[in-house]
T-cell receptor, first 111, second 113 residues
Framework: RKEVEQDPGPFNVPEGATVAFNCTYSNSASQSFFWYRQDCRKEPKLLMS???SGNEDGRFTAQLNRASQYISLLIRDSKLSDSATYLC????????????FGDGTTLTVKP | NAGVTQTPKFQVLKTGQSMTLQCAQDMNHNSMYWYRQDPGMGLRLIYY???????DKGEVPNGYNVSRLNKREFSLRLESAAPSQTSVYFC????????????FGSGTQLSVL
């Protein structure tokens, strides 16, 4: 079993739709969680951190469920520019510094 | 405002050749990382340096060596390239190891023939 698992998709949605991605992690000692966005042939860029209480940034909402060991990303009112691959990242907070990446979920928003 | 700079952007090698990928960051970050990304997959950690003077193996270290030259620079060396090392390589840095967000360079597309 992979340490971090994501539904690869692709998710194809019309503009204005709401779409949600889930990511499960296997190590219960995981402490830090992030969503990164990666455009085709580009480097990943941090989209948002995921906090225990859940957090929102504009049209994006991230949630953490420690009991079930998953995090989610909700995108409301999808834009064409949201088309990208979304990577789930999980850290065990030690000085080892190893972030574990999911394989990514591909989103295509269509007109 | 360069952030993380990687060179080269593209490289083609023949099997058995060697090369070094260079990475430098100007954010005064303590930790630096090398990842590889194969098509349709997430990033896999090759080596990392939690702080200047230290390096450690990641998930896929075989066939690679690294040098943390100073706080700014972290290089990745392929001593004898193999076709299985064809990939996109990303360097990243973070303020400290473990919990901080990662800043990535723009990547190196490496093909080994």
């Amino acid at each position: 079993r992979k340490e971090v698992e994501q539904d690869p998709g692709p998710f194809n949605v019309p503009e204005g739709a709401t779409v949600a991605f889930n990511c499960t992690y296997s190590n219960s000692a995981s402490q830090s969680f992030f969503w990164y966005r990666q455009d085709c042939r580009k480097e990943p860029k941090l989209l948002m951190s995921v906090y225990s209480s859940g957090n929102e940034d504009g049209r994006f909402t991230a949630q953490l469920n420690r009991a079930s060991q998953y995090i989610s990303l909700l995108i409301r009112d999808s834009k064409l520019s949201d088309s990208a691959t979304y990577l789930c990242v999980v850290n065990i907070n030690t000085n080892a510094g190893k972030s574990t990446f999911g394989d990514g979920t591909t989103l295509t928003v269509k007109p | 405002n360069a952030g993380v700079t990687q060179t080269p952007k593209f490289q083609v090698l023949k099997t058995g050749q060697s090369m070094t990928l260079q990475c430098a960051q100007d954010m005064n970050h303590n930790s630096m990382y090398w990842y590889r990304q194969d098509p349709g997959m997430g990033l896999r950690l090759i080596y990392y340096s939690a702080s200047e003077g230290t390096t450690d193996k990641g998930e896929v270290p075989n066939g690679y060596n690294v040098s943390r030259l100073n706080k700014r620079e972290f290089s990745l060396r392929l001593e004898s390239a193999a076709p299985s090392q064809t990939s996109v390589y990303f360097c990243a840095s973070s303020e400290m190891a473990g919990r901080e967000k990662l800043f990535f360079g723009s990547g190196t597309q490496l093909s080994v023939l």
